[in-house]
């Protein structure tokens, strides 16, 4: 949807599930593009059209989780957090309490652990207000960029044993990896990305760069951020991070290229084994099981099939005949096996599934509704 500088409806966009949206006949002017996606939110996408123009534009939209879990209190057990949009973001602790922690619903938000200390800090992208990041410990945001971003996430590019922050600015500056500890930007690529993700691709303990740049580029790897190497031509409908063979510390590639193929799981660099034939609404990754080191997928295939879970990457279970707005995981109880939260609109609300199968509703609202 476009929206003009006075917040009017000023179009459409329209898709063919590459993850390509195409605008036409766009009057001349400024707008905010936004896309509603089946499993979250588009981060915003800032449109210039020439004066007396319209235009034919595609535009590259990448998805804003709105439920995120992570240890933000530093106590060993996972938190929910929350945009709520209208509401804010708040987070949800493992003692039951919801609490606000900034009444301005961010266009994005992601967590790392940027200091390294066991902490989850909350880095959020609040469009003209800039990117800034929230500490449990002072209790207070501060500044990271003051420039708004296309995408982020967090991991530990540089290999300090600290969570880093890549961010893509779009074509104005490219994407950039931020180094906490040294408080240094280091610049990655000028090309715009699809989606970027973070693997340990050749298995030395390092996350390098895993990034879908369309259909120019397909599928490429920046290995210990010096090596580019192609994963694979075409472009994804989206990448997961998992670990679904045994006796290795590689990741593994788990990659939804739509209808046409389906999903692929890339096993330690080198392999490719088919999981399923259908197109996922969205790819979860958990451990389900607590007696195995193999990561499970909980795929959720949309209302045909509901949500399912492949696990120790031989079989099938039914996680809920239901298919959801949002699904996440993480270890809320400090028991061995990973919990869902999940998020099934309007009518249910956010229910958290405990590794025993046990459903309970933690809020009857829903943050994608």
């Keep these: 949807v476009l929206t003009d500088a006075n917040g009017k409806l000023a179009g459409f966009a329209d898709t063919d599930e590459t993850g390509t949206y195409h605008l036409y006949n766009v009057p001349a002017g400024n707008y905010q593009a936004q896309a509603r996606f089946e499993g979250s939110n588009s981060n915003s996408y800032k449109l210039s ?16 989780e709105l439920i995120v879990v992570g240890d933000v209190d530093g106590n060993g057990l996972d938190d929910i957090v929350v945009n709520f949009g209208n509401y804010g973001i708040m987070v949800y602790y493992d003692n039951g309490n919801w609490v606000s922690l900034n009444a301005i ?68 500056y490219g994407i950039l990896v931020y180094d906490n500890g040294t408080d240094t930007w280091t610049p990655i690529n000028q090309v715009n990305s699809k989606s970027i993700t973070l693997a340990d691709i050749d298995g030395n303990g390092k996350k390098d760069l895993v990034i879908d740049f369309g259909d120019a580029y397909g599928i490429c790897a920046y290995v210990n951020g010096t090596t580019w190497q192609s994963i ?80 120790n990457n031989a079989n099938w279970e039914v996680i809920n005949g239901a298919s959801a707005m949002d699904v996440t995981a993480g270890n809320l109880n400090g028991n061995a096996g990973d919990d869902l939260v999940v998020d099934f609109g309007p009518q249910y609300g956010m229910l958290v599934r405990t590794e025993d199968g046990n459903w309970t509703q933690i809020n009857a609202e829903s943050p994608n509704a």
């Design 49 to 64: 059209v020439a004066d007396g123009q319209t235009v034919t534009q595609d535009l590259t939209f990448t998805t804003e």
């Design 105 to 172: 619903s961010p266009d994005l938000f992601v967590l790392g652990d940027i200091d390294g200390d066991g902490a989850k800090e909350v880095i959020g992208d609040f469009g003209q207000y800039g990117i800034l990041k929230y500490d449990y410990d002072t209790n207070n945001w501060t500044m990271v960029n003051p420039v708004s971003s296309k995408f982020m996430l967090t991991g530990d590019v540089v290999g300090d044993t600290k969570d880093d922050i890549i961010i893509d600015f779009g074509s104005a």
């Design 232 to 311: 694979n031509a075409a472009s994804a409908k989206s990448i997961a991070v998992a670990r679904i063979d045994t006796g290795n510390v590689q990741d593994d590639l788990v990659i939804d290229f739509g209808d046409v193929y389906g999903i692929y799981a890339y096993i330690n660099g080198a392999t490719w084994q088919f999981i399923n034939g259908a197109s996922a609404k969205s790819i979860t990754v958990a451990n389900l099981d607590a007696g195995s080191n193999q990561d499970d997928l909980v795929i959720d295939f949309g209302d045909a099939y509901g949500t399912l879970a492949f696990v």
